[in-house]
C-alpha cells in the first residue's frame, strides 16, 4: 500500500454514493488496480451530488473563497487521470492551473479531506464539497 491511501481512502468515504465506495476502496488498496478508480474521475457519476456546489464564473476565486475555512493552507493532494500530477502534493496555485479547463477527471482534497473540488470532462462539470465539519 503507498502513504496516500489514507486521504485517498477519507475522499471515497466521504463523497463517493454509498453504492461503489466499496468497489472504489478495493481499487485503491492496489497500485495495479487504482487506474480503474483513476478512469472514473472523468464522469460526475460516482459523487454524492448533494455535497457539492457548482463553481461557476472565476473558479480560481471560487475556490480560493471555499478555502478560508481551513485557515492558512498551502497545499493539496491531487487524484488525476492526469499522471504527471497524479499522487503528488502540489501548491495550491499550481493545482489550479493543472486542472482548471484541462479536461481531465482531477480530484484536489484539501486539508484532511474536508474539501474537495472535482474536474471533469466537458462545461459545467467542476464541482467544490459544501462546507461541512466532519469527524
Known amino acids: 500500500m ?5 486521504i485517498e481512502t477519507k ?11 466499496d468497489r472504489y476502496l478495493a481499487f485503491i488498496k492496489k497500485e495495479k488496480t487504482r487506474e480503474k478508480f483513476i478512469n472514473e474521475l472523468h464522469h ?5 451530488q448533494d455535497l457539492f456546489d457548482i463553481v461557476n464564473g472565476n473558479e480560481y476565486e471560487f475556490i480560493k473563497q471555499r478555502l478560508k475555512v481551513l485557515g492558512n493552507i498551502k497545499d493539496c493532494y491531487v487524484i488525476s487521470e492526469n499522471q504527471h500530477i497524479d499522487k503528488k502534493r502540489l501548491d495550491i496555485d499550481t493545482a489550479l492551473t493543472e486542472t482548471i479547463g484541462a479536461d481531465n ?4 482534497v484539501f486539508g484532511d479531506a474536508e474539501i474537495l473540488y472535482s474536474e471533469a470532462e466537458g462545461f459545467s462539470n467542476r464541482w467544490i464539497s459544501k ?5
Open 44 to 48: 460526475m457519476n460516482f459523487l454524492q
Open 131 to 135: 462546507q461541512k465539519q466532519f469527524k
Open 11 to 21: 475522499v471515497i468515504q466521504r463523497f463517493v454514493i454509498a453504492t461503489k465506495r
Open 105 to 108: 477527471g482531477t480530484l484536489l
Open 2 to 6: 503507498t502513504s496516500n491511501v489514507d
